[in-house]
């Protein structure tokens, strides 16, 4: 780490520790001399001293000749030497003449021109003049084969660019095209590119291009190119394209359609037979219908009678003393609107006492009944006041397939067994009306009770993270509740869920922005085949969340500090403010992430230690996602490296504190990680474990100790039309 700082700090120190006035022939900007013909023309405006003997402060460019020793090399200079020189500058050629041992001569006559000569031209006294910009040499001549020359660069500064539509964060609706329109240097000479593309400039150097828009951030990547100065002139801003928006009030986002789960016919009902609990009692249970049938297995159905005298007159007194369920086996299957629960109790048992008077003779009725039913429900799903889902009774039906017993007196047995007795018709009503509230009251309050408790794990949850380092607590609630139950017969019942994110407060926004961006309000979710159980999750709900994240300020960032060491020294000042919420969108093709992060119109402030303002530079970030779900909810994980760009906004002093470029190499280490922690945070949905509440069954089914639900998710979601949809599957423990 200390290496690597160690050349931050020199990549910082070579890109601002020139002086241009200093630089001497080494430098490739500098200049020099050539000995002899052909030599190349280099970027510069050096001195071209080659030998020995101090260069003479101003030399003629001409000389008498005069007999003396043969020149062997000349030495070429520009007066004054710059490493940049404007068109309208029209500095002094010095020429020097030096003989094989480095003395000079006086008066020897040379010849001077400029290479290329277009660049410029030279007057027979030695004052140059540039006529285009670019890098050029003028070179001094004597006779055809010995020449000297100094190189010179001419840069007027970069090109001009300005984009004048569309605004910076600005928001466009409506057809997915935005056009980029805006000005650079007239008469052609500049190159425009946006996106990377080629755009065509008009004489007076406006210029108009059309990209296609995509749901999100659209990043408007100018460049003008003068094909001189390096970098070149760059303008980086985003634009939000989003069909429609969700409008926030002073202290929440609400959205229609933030969840939906769908319940495939094979979740409800798999005709898989009920698996015996393992050795701690405990069964694990894969659909609704054994949930159902362990939960009957269990139950002591005596609890649902208030009073178990079922007749007592002074004919037939009879009690049942306790009730066995028997074998339940449960069938349910979805139909329009809701589903239909099919049950038969085999060897339901009843233990009863009693008498029944025969021409004035008692006769003991102790002994066990066994009864055979068959029943049904059809219930409707609808929303319940309290936004859970309530079931509504569409028709019920109950039929006694069998009744028999065991009875300790013979002639009670022999009654019993009696079509049209007494004591028959009294335990077939008692059986029918037992097994008719199971079917009609307790299975569906068992049902609704599950699905509300499976759901109620949706309601309220809150998001509380302190980030620490002076940065804001994010302090949010997120509440789903019912709102749009849907079934098909045979096929799947589905559950939408409308969500709202909740400030504990009225907040204002950090900056104007008109709402979240929805990517199609009408979308449906694209749900996987083959799958019994579906959670999908809009993307406005995710974005929801960050809009309201941002509105508190968590991305109005200190970055002072956790700068590096070897950069705290140079930045006295650096903090961060995003102008426009992050969004959550589906990643583009080819990308090695389902989700896309991007981070737009984030303005990054950075004064040096002797500044007085700071200079303002603009930054769109992009990174991958990684989906992360398990016991504790559904998160984002944020990718490590992130796709930046970043362009110079507002300069205070004669240069940049930091040049763009060094910044975009500096982001991933100075901004990122606290931005990533930001919005990680941010994008997590806490889910607690589902308990289903067997305090309302106590009476009936008081051995049940604990009924838990584990949902759980074997594949990759489906990204498509403003949704992702996860495949699950759940397995319920019952103790």
Same mark, same amino acid.
């Given at each position: 780490?200390?290496?690597?700082?160690?050349?931050?700090?020199?990549?910082?120190?070579?890109?601002?520790?020139?002086?241009?006035? /200093?630089?001497?022939?080494?430098?490739?900007?500098?200049?020099?001399?050539?000995?002899?013909?052909?030599?190349?023309?280099?970027?510069?405006?050096?001195?071209?001293?080659?030998?020995?003997?101090?260069?003479?402060?101003?030399?003629?460019?001409?000389?008498?000749?005069?007999?003396?020793?043969?020149?062997?090399?000349?030495?070429?200079? @520009?007066?004054?030497?710059?490493?940049?020189?404007?068109?309208?500058?029209?500095?002094?050629?010095?020429?020097?003449?030096?003989?094989?041992?480095?003395?000079?001569?006086?008066?020897?006559? +040379?010849?001077?021109?400029?290479?290329?000569?277009?660049?410029?031209?030279?007057?027979?006294?030695?004052? !140059?003049?540039?006529?285009?910009?670019?890098?050029?040499?003028?070179?001094?001549?004597?006779?055809?084969?010995?020449?000297?020359?100094?190189?010179?660069?001419?840069?007027?500064?970069?090109?001009?660019?300005?984009?004048?539509?569309?605004?910076?964060?600005?928001?466009?609706?409506?057809?997915?095209?935005?056009?980029?329109?805006?000005?650079?240097?007239?008469?052609?000479?500049?190159?425009?590119?946006?996106?990377?593309?080629?755009?065509?400039?008009?004489?007076?150097?406006?210029?108009?291009?059309?990209?296609?828009?995509?749901?999100?951030?659209?990043?408007?990547?100018?460049?003008?190119?003068?094909?001189?100065?390096?970098?070149?002139?760059?303008?980086?801003?985003?634009? +939000?394209?989003?069909?429609? !928006? !969700?409008?926030?009030?002073?202290?929440?986002?609400?959205?229609?359609?933030?969840?939906?789960?769908?319940?495939?016919?094979? @979740?409800?009902? /798999?005709?898989?037979?009920?698996?015996?609990?393992?050795?701690?009692?405990?069964?694990?249970?894969?659909?609704?219908?054994?949930?159902?049938?362990?939960?009957?297995?269990?139950?002591?159905?005596?609890?649902?009678?208030?009073?178990?005298?079922?007749?007592?007159?002074?004919?037939?007194?009879?009690?049942?003393?306790?009730?066995?369920?028997?074998?339940?086996?449960?069938?349910?299957?979805?139909?329009?609107?809701?589903?239909?629960?099919?049950?038969?109790?085999?060897?339901?048992?009843?233990?009863?006492?009693?008498?029944?008077?025969?021409?004035?003779?008692?006769?003991? !009725?102790?002994?066990?009944?066994?009864?055979?039913?068959?029943?049904?429900?059809? +219930?409707?799903?609808?929303?319940?006041?309290?936004?859970?889902?309530?079931?509504?009774?569409?028709?019920?039906?109950?039929?006694?397939?069998?009744?028999?017993?065991?009875?300790?007196?013979?002639?009670?047995?022999?009654?019993?067994?009696?079509?049209?007795?007494?004591?028959?018709? $009294?335990?077939?009503?008692?059986?029918?009306?037992?097994?008719?509230?199971?079917?009609?009251? /307790?299975?569906?309050?068992? =049902?609704?009770?599950?699905?509300?408790?499976?759901?109620?794990?949706?309601?309220?949850?809150?998001?509380?993270?302190?980030?620490?380092?002076?940065?804001?607590?994010?302090?949010?609630?997120?509440?789903?509740?019912?709102?749009?139950?849907?079934?098909?017969?045979?096929?799947?019942?589905?559950?939408?869920?409308?969500?709202?994110?909740?400030?504990?407060?009225?907040?204002?926004?950090?900056?104007?922005?008109?709402?979240?961006?929805?990517?199609?309000?009408?979308?449906?979710?694209?749900?996987?085949?083959?799958?019994?159980?579906?959670?999908?999750?809009?993307?406005?709900?995710?974005?929801?969340?960050?809009?309201?994240?941002?509105?508190?300020?968590?991305?109005?960032?200190?970055?002072?500090?956790?700068?590096?060491?070897?950069?705290?020294? @140079?930045?006295?000042?650096?903090?961060?403010?995003?102008?426009?919420?992050?969004?959550?969108?589906?990643?583009?093709?080819?990308?090695?992430?389902?989700?896309?992060?991007?981070?737009?119109?984030?303005?990054?402030?950075?004064?040096?230690?002797?500044?007085?303002?700071?200079?303002?530079?603009?930054?769109?970030?992009?990174?991958?996602?990684?989906?992360?779900?398990?016991?504790?909810?559904?998160?984002?994980?944020?990718?490590?490296?992130?796709? $930046?760009? $970043?362009?110079?906004?507002?300069?205070?002093?004669?240069?940049?504190?930091?040049?763009?470029?060094?910044?975009?190499?500096?982001?991933?280490?100075?901004?990122?990680?606290?931005?990533?922690?930001?919005?990680?945070?941010?994008?997590? @949905?806490? =889910?607690?474990?589902?308990?289903?509440?067997?305090?309302?069954?106590?009476?009936?089914?008081? /051995?049940?100790?604990?009924?838990?639900?584990?949902?759980?998710?074997?594949?990759?979601? +489906?990204?498509?039309?403003?949704?992702?949809?996860?495949?699950?599957?759940?397995?319920?423990?019952?103790?």
């Amino acid at each position: 780490m200390k290496r690597k700082h160690l050349l931050t700090l020199a990549a910082l120190l070579f890109a601002f520790g020139c002086d241009d006035s /200093s630089k001497g022939s080494g430098d490739p900007n500098g200049g020099g001399a050539d000995v002899g013909p052909g030599a190349d023309v280099g970027p510069g405006g050096g001195d071209g001293d080659m030998g020995p003997g101090d260069r003479p402060d101003a030399a003629p460019p001409r000389a008498d000749a005069a007999p003396g020793p043969e020149p062997a090399y000349i030495e070429v200079a @520009l007066d004054p030497r710059r490493a940049l020189y404007m068109l309208d500058e029209t500095p002094q050629v010095v020429v020097q003449v030096y003989d094989r041992i480095g003395r000079p001569l006086d008066g020897v006559e +040379v010849r001077l021109d400029v290479q290329p000569a277009e660049q410029g031209a030279v007057t027979p006294d030695g004052v !140059l003049s540039f006529a285009a910009e670019g890098q050029g040499a003028v070179r001094a001549c004597y006779r055809a084969n010995l020449c000297g020359r100094a190189s010179f660069f001419v840069d007027d500064g970069r090109a001009d660019l300005e984009i004048t539509s569309p605004s910076r964060g600005a928001l466009i609706t409506g057809e997915p095209t935005i056009t980029v329109e805006g000005r650079t240097d007239g008469g052609g000479e500049v190159a425009v590119f946006i996106n990377d593309r080629p755009v065509e400039v008009a004489e007076d150097g406006t210029f108009s291009h059309a990209i296609d828009a995509t749901f999100g951030l659209n990043r408007i990547d100018a460049i003008a190119d003068d094909g001189v100065r390096r970098p070149p002139t760059r303008v980086v801003m985003e634009v +939000v394209y989003a069909p429609t !928006l !969700l409008e926030p009030t002073p202290t929440a986002v609400e959205v229609p359609g933030a969840l939906a789960v769908r319940l495939d016919q094979r @979740l409800l009902d /798999s005709r898989q037979p009920l698996p015996p609990p393992d050795e701690m009692g405990v069964q694990r249970l894969t659909d609704l219908a054994m949930l159902i049938e362990g939960f009957l297995a269990r139950a002591e159905p005596l609890g649902l009678i208030g009073d178990p005298v079922i007749a007592d007159d002074d004919t037939l007194q009879l009690t049942v003393e306790s009730i066995t369920p028997g074998t339940p086996d449960a069938t349910i299957t979805v139909t329009d609107g809701g589903f239909e629960v099919f049950l038969r109790l085999e060897d339901l048992t009843l233990t009863t006492t009693g008498s029944l008077e025969i021409e004035g003779v008692p006769v003991g !009725l102790n002994g066990q009944v066994m009864v055979t039913a068959a029943a049904f429900v059809v +219930v409707g799903v609808e929303p319940g006041p309290d936004g859970f889902p309530g079931l509504r009774i569409v028709d019920v039906g109950v039929a006694l397939e069998d009744l028999d017993g065991v009875m300790d007196d013979s002639t009670a047995q022999a009654v019993l067994d009696t079509f049209g007795s007494l004591l028959r018709t $009294v335990l077939q009503s008692f059986a029918s009306d037992l097994v008719d509230d199971l079917i009609s009251e /307790s299975v569906p309050d068992f =049902i609704e009770l599950g699905l509300g408790d499976a759901l109620g794990v949706l309601r309220g949850i809150p998001l509380d993270v302190p980030l620490g380092d002076g940065l804001p607590t994010i302090a949010l609630d997120l509440d789903f509740t019912l709102s749009d139950p849907t079934a098909r017969a045979r096929d799947a019942v589905w559950l939408g869920l409308a969500g709202a994110v909740r400030q504990r407060g009225p907040v204002e926004a950090p900056h104007p922005f008109a709402g979240v961006p929805v990517e199609d309000a009408a979308a449906t979710p694209p749900w996987p085949a083959q799958t019994g159980l579906a959670l999908a999750v809009n993307l406005a709900t995710v974005n929801a969340l960050l809009h309201e994240v941002w509105r508190q300020g968590a991305l109005k960032l200190d970055l002072a500090p956790v700068l590096p060491d070897d950069v705290a020294g @140079l930045i006295a000042e650096a903090r961060a403010d995003a102008r426009v919420p992050p969004l959550v969108v589906a990643a583009p093709p080819g990308s090695p992430y389902f989700f896309e992060l991007q981070v737009g119109e984030l303005d990054l402030y950075a004064k040096g230690p002797a500044g007085d303002a700071p200079d303002r530079f603009v930054l769109s970030l992009r990174a991958g996602l990684i989906l992360e779900v398990g016991d504790g909810g559904i998160r984002f994980d944020i990718a490590d490296e992130p796709d $930046v760009r $970043v362009a110079l906004l507002e300069q205070a002093g004669a240069r940049p504190v930091v040049p763009p470029e060094l910044i975009e190499r500096l982001i991933p280490a100075l901004a990122w990680p606290q931005v990533r922690e930001q919005i990680g945070n941010g994008l997590e @949905l806490a =889910i607690d474990p589902i308990e289903i509440g067997v305090d309302a069954f106590a009476e009936l089914a008081p /051995s049940i100790e604990h009924i838990g639900v584990k949902p759980t998710f074997p594949s990759s979601p +489906v990204v498509q039309r403003g949704w992702f949809v996860l495949s699950a599957g759940f397995e319920v423990e019952l103790q």
